[in-house]
């Protein structure tokens, strides 16, 4: 009787990991966007196939290879309502900061009541003694901070295309709105890719 129990556990175990498996192709397998919206690129490389549910969010993080054209946006089954997404794109921020200061002893000279050095008969300044100064070193620090670059919430296009001058990774979030009963579907994070000899990044 053990080992009937043993059994029927471990079948339904490779029911319920099949069964995801076949969740995860079914999505990837959908048509949830159009010919028009991907237009001529080329989505096999990098492209993302997911369910998700009403409120549910997600991150995801993409590379943008240097000197290629991308075209990149996120849809889904009808049912999931709004679909919400943001694109971020890295850049270093450089600020100037002290790194230390230090005393400094300097020598000082007389001045006349015009603020004019005065002379000996050798033409030498005349010297008034030591003075003790602050010397500040400085530096430079450097931050990464995201730039968001694109918000299907304002933005009057349905995708984002760009060309990345170098090799970087983006980072691509989604958001499902709310709804007053939870309900599952796939979404579809498309990435799009032609060749291009461009070398700016264009927004």
Request: aromatic share 12%.
């Amino acid at each position: 009787m053990k080992m009937t129990f043993k059994i029927l556990s471990v079948l339904l175990m490779a029911f319920f990991v099949s069964g995801n498996q076949v969740v995860a192709q079914n999505c990837s397998k959908k048509k949830l966007a159009s010919n028009e919206l991907k237009g001529k690129y080329d989505y096999r490389g990098q492209s993302m196939f997911k369910e998700m549910a009403s409120g549910d969010s997600a991150t995801l993080s993409v590379v943008l290879y240097s000197k290629q054209n991308y075209r990149l946006f996120v849809a889904g089954e009808q049912k999931l309502g709004n679909i919400n997404y943001q694109i971020y794109v890295p850049r270093k921020k450089f600020t100037r900061v002290v790194k230390a200061v230090k005393d400094r002893t300097v020598q000082v000279y007389k001045k006349d009541p015009m603020g004019f050095y005065l002379y000996d008969s050798n033409g030498e300044k005349i010297p008034a003694g030591e003075e003790v100064i602050k010397d500040t070193i400085w530096t430079r620090e450097t931050t990464s901070i995201n730039d968001l670059v694109f918000d299907s919430r304002t933005s009057d296009l349905s995708f984002w295309e760009a060309t990345s001058g170098k090799t970087q990774n983006i980072t691509i979030k989604v958001s499902i709105d709310k709804a007053p009963k939870k309900v599952s579907g796939c979404i579809g994070v498309y990435v799009g890719c032609e060749y291009s000899n461009a070398s700016q990044f264009i927004r």
